[in-house]
Structures are given as structure tokens and as C-alpha cells.
């Protein structure tokens, strides 16, 4: 999201973990006409946001794909910690300079 916060954004500060999907949206606060009226060539008119359909089928299929896959057990903890194991000092060089 391009405001760089949402209602996610009050958790996070209170050192709450948080998240959030989004879709892009059509007439944002129902801004409608907002093109012409910022160029000046036109006024402001209320619209009804939008969303686009295959925009909110994707997200359904993401979220489906993410409820199944949430509990699966593996080991990309262990391949992490394996990986830092072996290169962190790479990483610490960098921090260092």
C-alpha cells in the first residue's frame, strides 16, 4: 500500500506481529474524477469504490493456498540456521564497515 500504513500499522508499534492483504482499489475514499479535478478540468464527483474481480478470485486462491500450506511441518528453520552457520560471517563483514 503506497500510504505506508493502514490499521495494521497501531499493532505493529505495540510490538504486535501483523499483517494484511490488499487489492488495488478503484476511487480510493470514493475520490471519483480525481484526475481531471487535480489537472483543474474538472470538479470532484463521489463514485463507489471498486475492486476488480480477478483481482479478489487471485487473493481467495492465495489465502485457500496459505490455510492449507500454514501447518505443513518443515524444516526451513533448520536450513536458516544451517545457512547462517556456514555464511554469517559474510553478513557480519558488511554490518562492520
Same mark, same amino acid.
Given at each position: ?29 470514493? *475520490?471519483?474524477?480525481? %484526475?481531471?479535478?487535480?489537472?483543474? $478540468? #474538472? ?33 526451513? *528453520?533448520?536450513?536458516? %540456521?544451517?545457512?547462517?552457520?556456514? $555464511? #554469517? ?9
Amino acid at each position: 500500500m503506497d500510504g505506508r500504513s493502514c490499521e495494521a500499522t497501531a499493532f505493529g508499534v505495540y510490538g504486535y506481529r501483523a499483517t494484511g492483504l490488499c487489492l488495488a482499489l478503484g476511487n480510493w475514499h470514493n *475520490r471519483g474524477n480525481l %484526475d481531471e479535478f487535480e489537472a483543474g $478540468t #474538472g470538479e470532484p464527483v463521489p463514485m463507489k469504490e471498486e475492486i476488480s474481480l480477478s483481482d479478489f478470485h487471485g487473493l481467495v486462491d492465495l489465502l485457500l493456498v496459505a490455510a492449507v500450506s500454514v501447518d505443513e511441518e518443515t524444516d526451513l *528453520r533448520r536450513r536458516f %540456521d544451517d545457512l547462517y552457520e556456514r $555464511t #554469517g560471517d559474510i553478513l557480519l563483514k558488511d554490518r562492520l564497515r
